[in-house]
């Protein structure tokens, strides 16, 4: 199996700030919850709304 080019991982668009991010190794079995670019966005996501 020849390798990658980082030019043909899959992408995807960040939650928070809306830049495209590629695939990493490290979320290749939760890669369909990915849903934030870095802890950052991720400590910094909207807030849902709560049922009362």
């Keep these: 199996m020849a390798p990658r080019r980082k030019g043909d991982l899959p992408t995807k668009v960040c939650a928070v700030c809306g830049r495209p991010f590629a ?3 490290k979320w290749a079995h939760v890669w369909d919850e990915v849903r934030y670019c870095s ?3 991720r400590r ?3 807030p849902t709304s709560r049922p009362r």
Excluded: A, F, G, K
Aim: aromatic share 12%.
């Design 44 to 46: 910094n996501r909207r």
């Design 23 to 25: 695939w990493r190794r």
């Design 39 to 41: 802890d950052r966005c």
